[in-house]
């Protein structure tokens, strides 16, 4: 099972570019396999929706979050190996176009080291921030999948759908991957986890999950014509500050026993500098 780390964007970890830098060029050296960011638009003092599983409206660290495609930028030219990928962007924020240039922009920053993992969110209030109708969330990211598809396989690039109508364009940036970067995406819903059966390359998940959400994918994948034992799983883990790194370690190994191809560790809601999200990431992974 693979271990990644997550950057610090968010809180008191989040700091200059040296600091980002430093952090992947070392996670990179202690031989973590990924360099995760987030997405977090805003925090208003009084949200219309709680943070997902928890009593609080959201963690605290959220009204200090740095934007994903500029911390990820600036660990893509600090790293030669280590890949990149994001838990997750939350897709209908973004104009399609932009995106689409911005990702494959990365991709060839970092020589073909881009994954992307796209979400949905769970704050009404950024989607009004974002002038997008938080009811049409699905089918926005549906869309935009298709238009990235065509965008990095096509050249000249033509879409038309429900959200972008794009004459024939020519598009000579093109990513190193071929097809583009793997994409993963998140979610639990009935309509989420069937996307991620027809679509992913892997579900990002949190730890524990039942085992109802992967036969669900498992048969949208079946059904979509894919092999299901090709979609990665892709577990989170959020430690607290009161969590020891045996505990996080004990974890770690439980999500590999549950079947997870891949689990990162993400610090940033700790309360921890980014000095010192690196010394746990360094002690967490020598003792492995």
């Known amino acids: 099972m693979r271990l990644g780390i997550a950057l610090p964007q968010f809180g008191p970890a989040l700091g200059s570019a040296a600091d980002i830098a430093g952090f992947a060029a070392a996670a990179e050296r202690l031989g973590y396999a990924t360099l995760w960011v987030g997405d977090r638009l805003l925090t208003p003092l009084s949200p219309g929706d709680p943070y997902p599983g928890k009593a609080q409206p959201y963690p605290p660290e959220f009204t200090r979050a740095g934007d994903p495609l500029l911390v990820w930028t600036v660990a893509a030219t600090a790293t030669g190996r280590i ?33 992307v993992g796209f ?53 000579d940036l093109r990513p190193v991957q071929p097809g583009g970067p793997p994409i993963y995406l998140g979610g639990f819903s009935e309509a989420a986890l069937q996307r991620v059966g027809r679509r992913a390359t892997g579900w990002l998940t949190v730890a524990r999950v039942q085992p109802k959400p992967w036969d669900t994918i498992r048969r949208a994948a079946e059904s979509a014509g894919r092999d299901p034992d090709a ?43 980014a000095a010192e999200s690196l010394e746990r990431a360094e002690k967490l992974i020598e003792g492995r």
Not at 87 to 113: E, I
Not at 137 to 162: C, E, I, Q, S, Y
Not at 234 to 254: E, F, G, H, K
């Open 83 to 115: 890949r990149l990928n994001s838990s997750t962007l939350n897709a209908p924020y973004y104009g399609q176009v932009a995106l689409a240039r911005a990702l494959t922009t990365l991709d060839v920053l970092s020589a073909g080291r881009l994954d």
């Open 119 to 171: 979400g949905l969110g769970w704050m009404r209030d950024e989607y009004a921030a974002a002038g997008v109708d938080w009811r049409t969330r699905g089918r926005r990211l549906d869309d935009l999948l298709d238009f990235l598809d065509a965008w990095w396989t096509t050249n000249p690039v033509r879409h038309d759908g429900p959200y972008l109508h794009l004459p024939d364009t020519q598009v």
């Open 231 to 273: 979609i990665r799983r892709v577990v989170r883990l959020n430690p607290d500050p009161s969590m020891t790194l045996n505990q996080i370690a004990d974890a770690i190994d439980q999500a590999a026993e549950d079947g997870a191809d891949e689990t990162f560790v993400d610090f940033n809601f700790a309360g921890v500098t």
